[in-house]
C-alpha cells in the first residue's frame, strides 16, 4: 500500500515538482544527520518510492542547490566518513535586543539557583540556538550574556565530560587530577570526590583534599587532565569537619542560605541557633563574614577567634583608608 501511494505520489507531479521534492528530501535528511550518495538514495526509495538510483552528478545538483538557498554544507572527504554534513542552515532566527536581554536575564537567573543541572542543560539549549542565529542576533546575545553574568564558563571547555566527574562524586572516588591554578599554574590534586555545583556562572568540583585537611573546589573548565582514578576502597581519604555552632538573626532568606552540610538547631527570639560541618574554613569564613552583625560564631573558640581576628583586620584596613 505504502509503495503504491508512494509511485502515485511521484506520478502526479512534474519533473520541477519531483526535483523540488528531492531537495526538500535531502533537506530533512542532513537535518537528521550526515549521510552519503548511498543513504541518500535510500531516503528516495524508502520516502518517495525511487525505483532506479540517482547518479553523485544528480545528487550533487540537488546539493549545490541547497548551498545556493544557503545552507552550509560540507564536501565528503575521507575525514568526515564521505559524508555530506550541514553546518548550518539556511533558516536563521532573528531577536529583538529586548528578547535576546530576555534570554540573557533568564540565564542569569538559573546561574542563581545553585543547580548546576539545569544550568548545564541550559547552557547547552543556547549553544544550540546559537547556529540557528542571524549574525547579528547572535553577536548582540553574547555580548549580552557576558554583561548579565559575573563569570561565563562555556561546558564546551571543559577537559572532563561532566557526567563522568559526576560519578566520581556519587562513588566518592579519589582522584589524582592537574589543575591549572591562577597562582602557581599547572599541579597535581588528589581529592576525594564529592559534589559538583554552579556559582556566578562557574561551574565547579568539590572533594576532601586529605594534604591540607579541608575540603576545596576546583573550577572545571581549569581541570587539565585526570591522572588517575581508585577505582576501589575511599577510605584512604576521611574527611575531617569541624562542627561549628553560630547565632544568625531570622531576617535572613534562610531558605537559600542554609547549606546541607547545616542544620537548624533551635528558633528563639528571632535568633537561629545553626550547627555546621565545616570542612572547608576559607568558605565558611565567607559566608558568616557576608552575613555582618547579624551573625554570630560561639563554637569553637578556635574558629571564634579566626573570625574575630578578621574582623579586627578588616577594621584596620578600613580605618587605614580613611587615614590617607
Given amino acids: 500500500m ?3 501511494f508512494q509511485k502515485n505520489k511521484l506520478s502526479k507531479l512534474d519533473n520541477i515538482s519531483i526535483t523540488a521534492f528531492r531537495i526538500i528530501t535531502i533537506l530533512n535528511l542532513l537535518l537528521k544527520k550526515p549521510c552519503n550518495d548511498k543513504e541518500i538514495n535510500n531516503e528516495f526509495k524508502n520516502e518517495l518510492g525511487e525505483e532506479r ?3 553523485k552528478d544528480t545528487i550533487c545538483i540537488y546539493l549545490n542547490t541547497l548551498r545556493f538557498l544557503g545552507c552550509e554544507i560540507s564536501r565528503p572527504t575521507k575525514k568526515n566518513g564521505y559524508k555530506y554534513i550541514l553546518k548550518s542552515p539556511p533558516f536563521k532566527l532573528h531577536l529583538s ?26 547552557d547547552r539549549i543556547f549553544n544550540n540556538l546559537l547556529n540557528y542565529f542571524t549574525p547579528e542576533t547572535k553577536k548582540f546575545f553574547m555580548s549580552a550574556k557576558k554583561t548579565a553574568l559575573k563569570r561565563e564558563v562555556s561546558v564546551e571547555n571543559f577537559f572532563q565530560e561532566i557526567k563522568q566527574l559526576e560519578m566520581y562524586c556519587k562513588h566518592q572516588k ?6 591549572d591554578s591562577p597562582a602557581s599554574g599547572g599541579k597535581n590534586i588528589t581529592i576525594k570526590a564529592e559534589k559538583l555545583s554552579i556559582e556566578n556562572g562557574a561551574y565547579y568540583l568539590w572533594g576532601y583534599n586529605n594534604k591540607i ?8 573548565d581549569r581541570i587539565l587532565d585526570i591522572k588517575s582514578v581508585n577505582l ?8 575531617m569537619a569541624i562542627i561549628v555552632k553560630y547565632k544568625l538573626k531570622d531576617s535572613f532568606p ?3 542560605e542554609i547549606s546541607e552540610n547545616e542544620s537548624i538547631i533551635s528558633k528563639a527570639n528571632n535568633e537561629l541557633l545553626i550547627e555546621a560541618a565545616v570542612t572547608n574554613k576559607f568558605n565558611f569564613f565567607q559566608k558568616v563574614l557576608s552575613y555582618g552583625d547579624k551573625c554570630t560564631v ?8 579566626e573570625v574575630e581576628n578578621k574582623l579586627k583586620t578588616i577594621r584596620q584596613l578600613y580605618n587605614e583608608k580613611d587615614s590617607v
Fill in 232 to 239: 576501589h576502597s575511599t577510605d584512604e581519604i576521611k574527611p
Fill in 97 to 122: 535586543k529586548d528578547e535576546i536581554n530576555t534570554l540573557a536575564e533568564i540565564r542569569k537567573f538559573i546561574s542563581t539557583l545553585g543547580d548546576w543541572k539545569t544550568a548545564l542543560e541550559t
Fill in 213 to 220: 585537611e579541608a575540603s576545596m573546589s576546583l573550577r572545571i
Fill in 174 to 179: 579519589i582522584i589524582t587530577l592537574v589543575y
Fill in 254 to 256: 534562610l531558605s537559600s
Fill in 53 to 55: 538510483e540517482l547518479s
Fill in 2 to 4: 505504502k509503495e503504491e
Fill in 298 to 305: 560561639l563554637h569553637p573558640e578556635e574558629i571564634r577567634s
